[in-house]
């Protein structure tokens, strides 16, 4: 028995993101250190103080979902969020060996962490250019100029339902299914959730993970107004530089991934690859500001040592760390103290690192796109690099993975996740032993 109740494995995975559109190619761009952060390229970004994001460079995301599965509904229309959803969840079917078509879908759950997708620009400043009479708004003309320029189905991006509609209409998902709104703590939390329901005997299996696109001059504009993005526009494979002294602000970023999450003894009865362990879930709130974390480090440090006790596992196991890493001043350094009351003066010796120093920050798809890269820490016995990491900062000094991935064998490694307005989620992933 897990922490959870019933012992929660992983036996499938999915990603797309700004360094891969497969676990195999984000694995080896990971290692070998590159990144996926560029100028925009999916509007001009000319004027905006913040012209770089991490975006997938596919011109047809439709191309990404494989054609082995059953169609799912809106499958061929322009959600970006919605597509990469999918996208990444037929690959981790795909991996797991499940099919949709032979389950009983009462025993299956959906669980996403998502945001609210690409906002419709163009219909909108359209609209709100035919909406002006004798230089004063007009608010029928406005909603008229909706009807007239609008896609109504990137409109409905606003709502955060679609995917996981898509999803279960597509592929026969009849057990509960959530979505999880706590910004870039969503998909961790996400995670952690529905292992209760496996745990608790709810259903046998749920895809979760999480989905986010919000590289538009809206999602630029508005991280920009609360500064805290990076604005190198001149070096844009520079600009996110978790814990170094110098950085600036995250990068902000576009990507999904799934993760099936399985009863151990259904998986074993069916002969599937196991993964990992999820063995344990910590969460915490700071209640302290909307966009700074609490500076004490209390909060995030009691998610980690939840997630550690829920999985029966002392401080002192712990292999490496995969931080939140943002590349902001205040969240770095408050990460670092955190660490340091969770592993005590152990945590000089244990690697952490940031994969969003290659692929930005995805908000509410980063927990599980850095959940699956914890999880091939562990398969691989391999640490990424925190990219761009070159000036010490006295604030933040841990091993931080310098430059270059490292060879490191690892069975337990803490995966954290810390949202706007202070939700801390920490992940334990473990190395799977059969009891």
């Known amino acids: 028995m897990g922490g959870f109740g019933r012992k929660v494995v992983v036996t499938g995975m999915g990603t797309v993101n700004p360094v891969g559109k497969s676990i195999d190619e984000y694995w080896a761009n990971l290692i070998q250190g590159h ?13 905006y103080p913040v012209q770089i994001a991490g975006e997938i460079k596919e011109p047809d995301l439709r191309s990404l979902i494989t054609p082995d599965l059953p169609p799912c509904p809106t499958s061929s229309v322009p959600h970006r969020t919605v597509l990469l959803g999918i996208a990444a969840s037929g690959q981790a079917l795909l991996e797991s060996g499940l099919d949709p078509r032979s ?30 009479e004798d230089e004063k708004l007009s608010i029928p003309r406005f909603m008229n100029g909706l009807l007239e320029h609008g896609n109504p189905y990137l409109e409905s991006e606003l709502d955060t339902d679609p995917v996981l509609d898509a999803i279960s209409q597509g592929w026969n998902i009849g057990g509960p299914h959530s979505i999880s709104l706590t910004a870039c703590a969503a998909s961790a939390q996400a995670i952690g959730e529905a292992c209760y329901w496996i745990g608790q005997g709810k259903v ?17 504009t508005g991280f920009g107004h609360l500064t805290a993005l990076s604005n190198r526009n001149d070096d844009p494979q520079g600009a996110s530089r978790p814990f170094d002294k110098d950085r600036d602000g995250f990068v902000l970023g576009e990507a999904a991934g799934t993760l099936i999450l399985e009863a151990e003894e259904h998986a074993l009865e069916r002969g599937a690859e196991i993964h990992v362990e999820v063995a344990g879930f910590g969460l915490s709130t700071d209640a302290y500001r909307v966009t700074d974390p609490d500076p004490t480090a209390e909060s995030p440090a009691r998610a980690m040592s939840r997630a550690l006790e829920l999985a029966q596992i002392p401080a002192d196991s712990v292999d490496a760390v995969n ?23 152990r945590a000089y010796s244990v690697p952490v690192h940031s994969v969003k120093s290659m692929t930005g920050h995805s ?29 010490p900062d006295p604030d933040c000094d841990l091993d931080y993975v310098p430059k270059t991935a490292r060879e490191h064998n690892s069975k337990v490694v803490l995966s954290n996740s810390f949202g706007f307005g202070g939700q801390n989620v920490s992940l334990v992933l473990a190395e799977y032993r059969r009891c």
């Open 363 to 391: 908000i509410a798809a980063a927990g599980v796109v850095e959940a699956i890269a914890a999880i091939q820490t562990i398969r691989n016995g391999i640490v990424p690099s925190t990219l761009n990491y070159e000036t």
């Open 35 to 47: 990144s996926g952060i560029d100028r925009i390229q999916s509007f001009d970004p000319d004027g």
């Open 204 to 220: 046998d299996i749920v895809l979760s993970g999480g989905t986010h696109a919000i590289v538009d001059p809206f999602g630029i």
């Open 323 to 345: 931080a939140h890493g943002t590349s902001t001043q205040a969240n770095d350094r408050v990460e670092t103290m955190a660490i340091k009351k969770v592993l005590g003066d």
């Open 103 to 132: 389950w009983n879908p009462n025993r299956v759950g959906l669980y996403f962490g998502v945001g609210i997708g690409t906002l419709d620009f163009p219909s909108l400043t359209a609209a709100v250019r035919d909406s002006f």
